[in-house]
């Protein structure tokens, strides 16, 4: 054999190998899927009305997040999905992801928070995303749903919701958000976790609510004490 | 001659001010702990005044846009407004500039919850009566004005929190009925977020004219304390016509110094340690940036509650909204507070017949008519006020915000009859009873005699300074009781 046939051969193998490993982890992802999706989702990705939508060309952003914050599967559809412990391990999600993704749709995003600028960051959170997940991330109410803290998830994640909107939340498509902002919209989440407390006790960054309670209960409530103390009582 | 017989001496003989002074020195304060809360305030106001002068030096009212290029890196490059500018550099770099902020906001937040407890001493102690009606208008008309001191000094900063409830006065201000559009454009000089007079004018309200005004009614506050001496609580040896307590020298005066050195001592260490309104986080404001959660400070509390509690009634009649809504929660509610407030001593002695001067206090119970309906009316605010913190608990305790509204709208009704049966009841049973609501019932100490029986012995207190009062004309004697 040529040189030439040896290298054909050699790619040829790793090709046939590579699409054989991919197609293993489709297929235990399709397992998987059939065990924990299909039932709202449909054998076929297509969604079932009232249960769960189409999931052809949603790309692998998308189950990832849901899969990888343990908002899917849900025990009702009618639910709000909420932050919880993923119900697969990473390798089994990864397989659920490349065989969702097979179906079509963009790869998945990413944000570089090094690659932010802070400041941008912060002016875009809190024009775009404060109103609900209030300014320091803290999460909230809004109508129709609780809005998460932004303490737990993941730069990955972080992003993959940007560009997902996932539940209500509006979607920040590539032309609302350029990656660039996007890696800034990040950057600034992560800082929101050890923001610059400056002040002492930081109350959980809340503002009136905490400060009020720490106004009636270490301020108040400790000066009505000492007034007891050294005031009289009656004798009556 | 010693040196403090020079010293009274040539006070003497410029101001003649011995006997002043010897008639301030021999006041006599009647004793009950609750009586301090009210200096608690006065202290907390002082204090108020003090870190205030600090800020000012620093502060800017202008809301002039420049480009943030200082040594807090949030915010580098971002487009704030001078006012904000000022607030952030008094925060991140004037030296001892963030003590100062925060020492002064907590002594706000503590300011008013002082006056409110004092207001509740005074109400349930049936203190208010006359002749001291007048030092009650005094007192609520401190307290209204406290209640704006502090929001427009929350207001200054220019900040997301401070802007967005602006933007929730101005909508207060405008649904006042007839005049409310004309009034809003007046104040906030032109339409929100407002013209460039706005901040200067909050400025000269928040630093110099609420302030004057509120140092002047303390003094007539203070004055007439003096006038009408202190009322007392009913006990041994005390009777409409005197005043039995501590002397303001030896005794008092040491005790109000050390309670206004708690005062300062406490506001400073939160002021240092525990962080408030860290306005570096909110962010400059500008009206197309919201945070979620924004909320007021805790004493204007009570109208964001009754804003979000208020049904959704705006009737339009000819193309015309007489009554905006934001009029229901954010004016009419507290119009309604205080005037019943205001009225009070007038509707007592209408309704009780009661029309003469009272030196001696009522034990809550004593009273039990005024003391249900007073913790009623207590209850009706603390409720709005805590519904006003419904999306809060709806997201720790998952307990749905829409229904937090739907049973509050009726339960504000309902739980102030509750409490109001329930304060009859339990005043009607205190007053069979004659137990102190914490201590239980009186103590009573017996002696055993050699000869096997128990006598009764009262539990003597040291022997209190006695003032007699003399039919309220102003002269008074004092001694010293030897029982």
Redo the contacts between chains.
Sequence with gaps: MSTTARTVLAVATVFVLLCATASAKTSAGAALYDLDCASCHGQTLAGRSGMGPSLRGVGAGPVDFYLSTGRMPLQDPRDEPTRSPPLLNARQRSAVTSFISSFGGPPAPSADPQAGN???G??LF??DC???????A?????VGA??PDLRAPSARQIAEAVRMGPYLMPRFGPRQLSQRQLDSLVRYVL?TRR?????????D?????P??I???L???A???L??????????? | MSRAQRFVSWNEQRFGSAKGVRWLLRYVFPDHWSFLLGEVALYAFIVLVITGIFLALFYQPSDTHMIYHGSYTLLDGQQISEAYHSVLNLSLTVPAGLLMRQTHHWAADVFLAAIVLHVMRVFFTGAFRKPRDVNWFVGLTMLMLAIFEGFAGYSLGDDLMSGMGLAIAYSVAMSVPLIGAQLAHLLWDGSFPGGSDFLPRLEIAHALLIPAALAGLISVHLALIMRQHHSQFPGRGRKESNVVGTPMWPGYALRSIGLLLAVAGILFLLGGLVQINPIWQWGPYEPYLSTNGAQPDWYIGWLIGALRLMPNFEPTIAGHTPIPNPFWGGVAFPGVVFTILFFWPAAERRFSGDRRRHDLLDRPRDKPQRTALGAALLSWVVLIFAVGAADRVSFRLNISYAAQIHVWRVGVWVVPVVVYLLSLSAARALQRSGAHPLRGSPRVRLRRRPSGEFELVDAGSPSPEIHERSGGHGERRCERTTE
């Design positions: 802070l400041s941008a912060q002016h809190t024009s404060a109103g609900c997940h209030q300014v320091v803290r999460g909230g109410l809004t609780d809005v800082w923001p610059d407390n400056a002040g002492g006790w930081s109350i960054n809340l503002g009136p609510i400060e009020g720490i106004a009636w270490l301020g108040m400790v000066l009505a000492i007034a007891r103390l050294i005031g009289e009582r009656t004798d009556a």
